[in-house]
């Protein structure tokens, strides 16, 4: 997990937008359990699937509900990016 923001302390607490990447597509129907966050997928040009998910989580409980929930899915994850704290 990469934070950009250098010498900001991010807390177990603390709110937090994350983007991240899987190989292979999460379903819309999943978009409750994934804390409601923006969905989009893109195809490579060997045609697999990566889906990004990306928006705003209360704190890292909530960030793990959401890697747990595509754990459940079997879709690898590639990255998780932390954007903005607040």
Known sequence: ???SHEGEHLK???PAT????VE???????F???????ITTRQRKDQT?????????????ELAG???????LHLPIL???NLKQN
Not at 32 to 38: E, Q, V
């Open 1 to 3: 997990m990469s934070n």
């Open 12 to 14: 177990l607490w603390t």
């Open 18 to 21: 994350y983007r991240i990447e």
């Open 24 to 30: 292979g597509e999460v379903p819309e129907s999943w």
């Open 32 to 38: 409750d359990r994934l804390g409601g966050m923006r």
């Open 49 to 61: 699937t990566v889906t990004t998910l990306s928006g705003r989580v209360r704190d890292q409980a």
């Open 66 to 72: 959401v890697l747990n929930t595509l754990y459940e």
């Open 79 to 81: 990255s998780v990016q």
